[in-house]
């Protein structure tokens, strides 16, 4: 299960693509000076969920398209393209699209602000005239100082804020074993039986993994997901603590994290994992166009029907 999770962290980082409504310009020329800022320093990540909240603080240290993020389970390097763990797992994606931000969503003004007694700009992202995103980036570094989203009620859902910035990373340079290790290569495949979309998300890519397993990634240009098919009945000890949720009266094992959603269900002899970013309100919708739990073939349904 590591390694869903180590692809779907490779997949995140470089799949936001350029944006299309008003002041867009603005929103992508803030991105990719993000996507290339030096800096270094704390960050909080939180997130708040069905009464659930998962906190982490973490040390950071970005550089070009690098960037180190260290917390107790221990150390990661994630660049363009690619992810290399601590523990030694490296992969890299050998070729990814980059999607357009989605027309439903429109992008407002920058604002001029301060944070952390830095000059900054603030801009926010509105879908259907209320507010999904709030962004504040530094003047000084470029770097994303707060990133806050919000649930289709308009409360804060998650929360990440750098506590204090450095704008000198050092420790990423001084660690070479990060960047020359050697990577598994992720390479798209054609084959595949992913769905085209759901909810308004695309998909942009669908990798192959080990034992004919899937991974498929889809985005809106703002949030994303990754959607991993693996045939058979499989088990994950991820999800040993997972809590039983329901969507539409379907059942769904779904864990929260301070960065990510985790949800998986069974399927038509296979089993699904759901990683992604997205707001509670997205998921709830996205899983009602995906697959659903417990769905029998179509032999079983006639079968079930003539013989009762």
């Known amino acids: 299960m590591r390694r ?3 692809v779907a962290a490779v997949a995140a980082m470089v799949t936001l693509g350029s944006a299309a409504p008003a002041f867009a310009d603005d929103f992508e020329d803030l991105l990719e000076a993000a996507a290339e ?20 603080i973490v040390e950071i240290e970005h550089a070009g398209s690098m960037m180190m993020v260290s917390a107790d389970g221990g150390e990661s390097m994630i660049g363009a393209g690619k992810l290399s763990a601590g523990d030694g797992d490296g992969l890299t994606v050998s070729s990814w699209t980059s999607m357009q ?7 407002g003004a920058r604002n001029t602000v301060k944070r952390l007694g830095r000059p900054a700009h603030s801009i926010e992202v509105l879908e259907d005239g209320q507010r999904r995103m709030r ?24 929360l990440t804020s750098m506590l204090e910035v450095d704008e000198v990373p050092r420790r ?6 990060h960047l020359s290790e050697e990577f598994e290569v992720l390479v798209p495949t054609v084959r595949h039986s992913m769905p085209a979309g759901a909810a308004g998300y695309q998909l942009a890519d669908v990798y192959a993994g080990p034992d004919d397993s899937l991974q498929g990634f889809y985005s809106d240009g703002l949030f994303s997901f990754s959607l991993f098919a693996v045939d058979g009945s499989a088990t994950f000890e991820r999800f040993a603590d997972a809590t039983v949720v329901e969507v539409q009266g379907l059942k769904y094992r779904r864990m929260v994290s301070p960065g990510e959603i985790w949800v998986t269900w069974k399927s038509a002899g296979t089993t699904y994992v759901l990683v992604g970013d997205l707001p509670p309100d997205h ?8 697959p659903k739990p417990g ?13 009762g």
């Open 37 to 56: 800022a030096d800096y270094a320093g704390r960050q909080i990540v939180v997130s708040f969920f069905d009464g659930q909240t998962a906190l982490e």
């Open 101 to 107: 931000l989605s027309d439903r969503y429109d992008v």
């Open 172 to 177: 990423i340079y001084s660690s070479p074993g």
């Open 135 to 158: 962004l504040v980036f530094d003047d000084t570094t470029g770097a994303p100082l707060v990133t806050e989203v919000f649930d289709g009620d308009g409360k804060l859902f998650r």
């Open 4 to 6: 869903l999770g180590l």
């Open 283 to 290: 998921l709830d919708t996205v899983l009602s166009d995906l």
């Open 295 to 307: 769905r029998r073939n179509l032999f079983s349904r006639l079968w079930s029907g003539l013989f």
